[in-house]
């Protein structure tokens, strides 16, 4: 034991240089690496530090616009604002703890208090070159990993004040990142929704929001409101909703104009302000009915906040500042006498919001109806869920590192059960397979979730009855053949998520698997191939007569071969919602009755398939 | 790009720049669109919905391929085909041994050995595994011909299968067609065997071509609204209701998508809910089907006929929708035209056939010519000087030149080849008489060819007469064409409610079991009500309805009814003139 020990002595204790530190441990400024896939990944967080800077000097009132271009990797950000101070340019960038908003009094609720996301950028970018022209002169500094490679001298500008960032990731922290316009976009929009008259040059589209959160419900809600959305006002807080059809809650939080996805003080406080003072002004109805199917934003500021993870996405505060009024009681009051106001004076809307509110209570009494066979059924899959095989972490064990790995593949009856249970990582990875074709769910209510057996089962496997926090697993990965019956499967399958629990939807966290569509080998290698295109690659590359193998069914994949496709190169499509088409719509039109829109559509549309053997004969 | 320098122009442009749809991500609405249009397009194209060419949908097809190509003239094992079968459909055995018993069921192309199943009674066919099938000669006859098929390669290249059968007869209409696909839905109704024939004949003819459905278990249609089988129409089939006795009603006939099963079923539910009164009801079928109805006592035979074509199965209303695939596109085509495609169709298949054999005969005819002019003149002989191949063939094409002017093509090197393979024997033998007897029989085979050629729709009539003599025992008519008139189901439902009135409170209704008993009604009659301000009203009966106070008379409103007259006479204020209303 004595031999093996590791030393620890002086020479083991390091001194890490800031940007060391931030490139050896990027997760503790920036959150997650990643490539770009998910709306959460590292690459945005660069880009929301730069741009936080730009709107901070909105913020402070100067100037209304900023423009942003990303293009093939590259983010070029330019704002309007005062500039930052020519002598020290390469002080705010690149040394820590430096920073105009220590005087509390200059920014007084921002985010980016202690200057630390400037510097992330900076060290984890293979160029990061920062202008800011102030006044006619103009200084200019390169970096490259957060180091200089050129400080430029002062010169003469023409140029109006406000500075100018372009950087590019660094291709060795974030591996084959690629950027997805639209989770850009959508983090711009929110921008916008909390910075009225703030006008965002994206690429070659402008966002400007008029009426703020409103704007942002409007915007991101599927189907129509079921009244006028209500927005309300107030100094250090601003707050917009209404109710959907879609079941579920749904609330964006918003502190010192910073998405906290992951709510927080504030949501809480707001989801319990909102029914106590709905349920008061109607004198009955219980929170549950009150707040199911609300779509709701809430933006506060709050003077130094403090948050709960180093990516500042779950607010912790407990006080709007230092020694004031708790978050909890800002809230209540502001919401009891605005929206108390709002709705005596608005008798009407009071009015659909009541029938709402009943309707929800009908629904909820007539499930009590059949809480029985819940029950029973919920008490069986307790026991044993017999179409699932477990895996050992789960997502809902908040002190697992593993947790955000956690999958459950769901899987179409026997043509991949067996081989996915075989290669799959025990720790990590569920299987749940489905016997046959799942239910058409469009426009059935929730009773069906208990009727129908596997519906239960899944329900009971995700463990989301009740609240969407106990999930179980971080990716539900809907695996089916890649043929037109699997293709069916999932068309059910994503409606039944999408009717009665979008939020693991908009929250990110159904995936579809990809699966290899051709395995084409010689008697030395033998390559997997997604796309026509991979396949005429491997084609190429492994000269004659390779054989090709099509595959149709996940059945015909040997379980060694599965290991490749749901191990660590796992090739997973994340489902994400649009921003333009409503969810309602799409159901009614693709799952619901037949339409003469629909046959014409279908008709116009037909997907003839081609014959890959003939083809490659030509 | 590095040293690039900070462009404020570059900004500018932003706005006209192109950059592309965001192709990275495909948001749900792009998912919806694929994997539904995957799936309806499959569905659509490739099972529910049969092609215009052939008349079949690809299941059907590629067992009637499958049955083809195993055919020996013995009954296969329906197991046996199934299996063959998957060679070129990719689909579950069950699917396809489905498939299977109905294409055996309509009784037309496969011959059929074992339990089937009863289309009657809505029996199942027996396990693949004991049923045995071949084709039946008509099968063989219309719808297979190697030469004419164009081919293809099977899902996983191995095989070759056709893309659609060379198919000389309305086989659609024969069958109709049935499938379920996403967005649309194919329905087509069978017709008579016989009609077709007749149909096609007169068109050929150029004479007007109208056809109707037939079913295989008789009954009576009405078709005013056919339309051709297009959407929209509907047809009306019922069964066939034979008064016996006065309390005996029996159904020999029953109405096409029913079985005696689901018939009886129908009836039982109808009676149940009191719209028919029966005793009793029992299923007789053998051969032929034979449902027998006891009636409750008093009830009248001939109501009971219209309540049962009123409220059961006895009557179906069928809602067809012709359409076919043709050029990988869903096409609505009505019954008549589908039938003249079908038959130009046949017509196009035969003169290829014919010119096909005619190709052959000419090709037998060169050679047998080629051989004479070969042996007669002794070309042979020229080959025994030459030492190379080349120069053998030379010899033999410089030997055969003089005599060559009267065939009808040119010698090639294939032709000089084959002569090289004569055997000696033959040459010893050689007869010249026999040898001008052959070629003067294939002249004449060519000139009957050319003959049919020439008059091409005299040879398909003859073709059709023929399939007609041949085929057409037991397939006459067996659905009687007529109009119906329409029942009212106000007149024939059993009266099993009872109208009570509360005069006090101004209700009327059948649950007001406490009040003043009016007459017996059903639940679906309407009420007339006459008060004392001299209003009037007609009124639909419920449970219990508010009509307010004054009602001085009451009863049950038949339309129609010309042996009750009311008159109404009423005066305009006291002292004022009287007036007198008739109704109806």
Redesign the interface.
Same mark, same amino acid.
């Given at each position: 034991m004595a031999e093996d020990k590791v030393e620890y002595t002086e020479d083991n204790i390091r001194s890490l240089d800031w940007k060391e530190h931030i490139r050896m441990r990027p997760g503790m400024y920036i959150g997650k690496l990643g490539d770009g896939k998910a709306a959460d990944d590292g690459i945005y967080i660069l880009i929301k530090e730069v741009v936080d800077n730009s709107i901070d000097e909105f913020v402070m009132g100067n100037g209304r616009k900023v423009?942003i271009?990303v /293009?093939e990797g590259?983010v070029?950000v330019?704002d309007f604002g005062r500039g930052i101070p020519l002598g020290k340019v390469v002080d705010v960038v690149s040394k820590m703890n430096t920073g105009g908003k220590y005087d509390s009094k200059a920014f007084k609720k921002s985010v980016g208090l202690n200057g630390v996301g400037t510097k992330a950028v900076n060290a984890l970018s293979s160029?990061f070159?920062v202008?800011s022209y102030r006044d006619g002169k103009c200084k200019?500094v390169?970096f490259?990993r957060g180091e200089i490679?050129k400080e430029y001298d002062l010169e003469a500008t023409d140029?109006e004040n406000g500075t100018?960032v372009?950087f590019?990731p660094d291709a060795e922290i974030f591996k084959n990142y /690629?950027f997805?316009?639209?989770?850009i976009e959508r983090m711009l929009w929110n921008y916008c929704y909390l910075n009225r008259g703030l006008t965002i040059?994206f /690429?070659?589209k402008?966002l400007l929001s008029k009426n703020g959160l409103q704007d942002l419900l409007e915007n991101n809600m599927d189907g129509d409101p079921l009244y006028p959305i209500i927005h309300l006002e107030g100094e250090d807080i601003e707050v917009a909703f209404t109710h959907a059809r879609s079941y579920g809650e749904d609330y964006s939080s918003f502190v010192n104009g910073q998405h906290t996805t992951q709510g927080g003080t504030h949501q809480s406080a707001f989801r319990e302000a909102i029914a106590k003072v709905i349920k008061d002004f109607f004198g009955k109805y219980e929170p549950v009915d009150i707040r199911q199917s609300i779509v709701a934003a809430v933006s506060i500021k709050v003077m130094e906040p403090v948050f709960e993870s180093q990516t500042k996405t779950k607010l912790g505060s407990l006080e709007i500042e230092s020694g004031g009024k708790s978050v909890r009681a800002f809230i209540m009051d502001f919401l009891k006498e605005k929206l108390d106001n709002f709705l005596h004076k608005h008798p009407e809307i009071a009015g659909d919001l009541e029938k709402k509110i009943k309707q929800s209570e009908k629904e909820r009494k007539e499930l009590s109806g059949i809480r029985k066979l819940a029950k029973s059924r919920a008490k069986k899959a307790n026991l044993h869920n017999k179409k699932l095989r477990d895996c050992k972490i789960h997502f809902n064990d908040l002190k697992n590192e593993r947790r955000e790995e956690t999958s459950i593949f769901i899987t179409e009856g026997d043509s991949a059960s067996g081989s996915i249970t075989k290669s799959r990582d025990v720790a990590t990875q569920a299987v749940f397979s489905l016997r046959g074709k799942p239910l058409n769910s469009f426009g059935l209510t929730k009773k069906i979730v208990y009727e129908n057996e596997e519906f239960n089962l899944v329900q009971a496997a995700l463990n989301i009855e009740d609240d969407m926090d106990d999930l179980r697993y971080n990716k539900i990965i809907v695996a089916t053949d890649a043929d037109?019956?699997g293709?069916?499967i999932?068309?059910l399958l994503?409606t039944f998520f999408?009717q009665f629990f979008p939020d693991l939807?908009k929250k990110g966290h159904v995936y579809?698997l990809q699966t290899p569509l051709f395995r084409v080998r010689n008697k030395k290698e033998t390559r997997y191939c997604y796309s026509e295109e991979e396949r005429k690659q491997a084609m190429a590359d492994l000269g004659k007569n390779p054989e090709i193998t099509r595959f149709?069914g996940l059945g015909e994949i040997s379980p060694d071969e599965f290991k490749h496709f749901i191990g660590e190169d796992i090739r997973l499509?994340?489902?994400?919602?649009?921003?333009d088409?409503s969810?309602e719509d799409?159901l009614t039109f693709?799952m619901g009755k /037949?339409t003469p829109d629909?046959?014409e559509?279908?008709?116009d549309?037909?997907?003839?398939?081609e014959?890959l053997?003939?083809e490659d004969k030509k | 790009m590095a040293d690039e320098e900070y462009n404020e122009e570059e900004f500018d442009d932003l706005e006209n720049d192109d950059f592309g749809e965001d192709d990275n991500v495909i948001p749900l609405s792009g998912m919806y669109r694929e994997w539904f249009l995957d799936y309806a397009s499959y569905v659509i194209l490739e099972r529910a919905v049969p092609a215009l060419a052939d008349g079949l949908k690809p299941v059907q097809r590629r067992i009637l391929h499958s049955l083809k190509e195993l055919d020996d003239g013995r009954y296969n094992k329906v197991a046996n085909i199934i299996g063959n079968t998957m060679k070129y459909h990719p689909h579950g055995d069950a699917s396809i041994g489905d498939a299977m018993v109905q294409i055996g069921q309509k009784d037309l192309l496969i011959d059929c050995q074992g339990n089937w199943g009863n289309t009657l009674t809505g029996d199942g066919a027996a396990a693949p595994r004991y049923i045995e099938a071949r084709l039946t000669k008509f099968g063989n006859h219309v719808v297979f011909n190697p030469k004419t098929t164009e081919w293809t390669k099977s899902y996983d290249g191995r095989n070759n299968e056709p893309v659609h059968l060379p198919v000389k007869f309305p086989l659609l209409l024969a069958q109709g067609a049935e499938g379920i696909a996403v967005g649309l839905a194919c329905k087509m109704l069978p017709h008579n065997f016989i009609e077709l024939i007749d149909a096609s004949i007169d068109y050929l003819r150029g004479r007007k071509v109208e056809i109707f459905p037939d079913f295989p278990h008789g009954g009576k249609a009405d078709f005013s609204h056919y339309n051709d089988g297009l959407r929209g129409g509907k047809v009306r089939v019922r069964a066939n209701i034979i008064k016996v006795d006065k309390k005996t009603l029996r159904i020999d006939e029953i109405p096409f998508s029913t079985t005696t099963d689901t018939l009886m079923d129908s009836i039982v539910k109808a009676n149940e809910k009191g719209k028919i009164k029966i005793k009793k009801i029992e299923d007789n079928t053998a051969a032929n089907a034979e449902i027998i109805i006891h009636l409750a006592p008093g009830v009248s035979p001939d109501k009971s006929i219209d309540a049962l074509y009123a409220f059961t199965k006895c009557e179906i209303s069928i809602s067809p929708n012709a359409v076919v695939i043709e050029n990988n596109k869903p096409q609505f085509i009505g019954a008549s035209k589908m039938l003249k495609l079908s038959t130009d169709r046949t017509v196009g298949l035969l003169e290829l056939e014919l010119k096909i054999k005619l190709g052959e005969l000419e090709n037998q005819w060169h050679w047998y010519s080629l051989e004479r002019i070969f042996i007669e003149k002794r070309i042979y002989r020229d080959i025994e000087e030459e030492e190379t191949w080349e120069g053998v063939l030379r010899a033999i094409d410089e030997g055969l030149k003089p005599h060559i002017k009267h065939l009808k093509r040119e010698v090639k090197e294939e032709d000089l080849i084959r002569l090289t393979e004569i055997k000696i024997k033959r040459i010893s033998k050689f007869d010249s008489f026999k040898a001008d007897d052959q070629i003067a029989k294939v002249e004449d085979q060519m000139k009957v060819i050319k003959d049919h050629l020439d008059n091409l729709i005299q040879f398909a009539v003859d073709y059709f007469r023929d399939l007609k003599d041949k085929y057409s025992e037991g397939r006459e008519r067996k659905t009687e064409i007529r109009a119906f008139d329409s029942i009212s189901a106000k007149k024939v439902i059993v009266s099993n409610k009872k109208l009570y009135v509360n005069r006090e409170e101004g209700f009327f209704g059948w649950s007001l079991r406490k009040d003043e008993f009016i007459s017996d009604c059903s639940e679906i009659d309407d009420i007339i009500i006459f008060f004392k301000t001299g209003k009037m009203m007609v009124s639909r009966i419920s449970d219990k309805k508010f009509v307010g106070k004054g009602i001085i008379h009451i009863g049950v409103w038949k339309k129609g009814d010309k042996r009750t007259i009311y008159h109404m006479v009423y005066q305009d204020g006291k002292g004022g003139p009287s007036y007198m209303k008739r109704l109806p």
């Open positions: 423009r271009k /293009n590259v070029k330019r160029l070159q202008e200019r390169d490259c490679t140029r100018y372009k590019i /690629n997805k316009t639209n989770f040059h /690429n070659s402008r037109v019956d293709m069916h999932r068309l994503l999408l939807i579809i149709k499509e994340q489902v994400v919602l649009d921003k088409q969810i799409i693709y /037949n629909r046959q559509f279908i008709i549309n037909l997907k003839v398939e014959k053997i003939d | -």
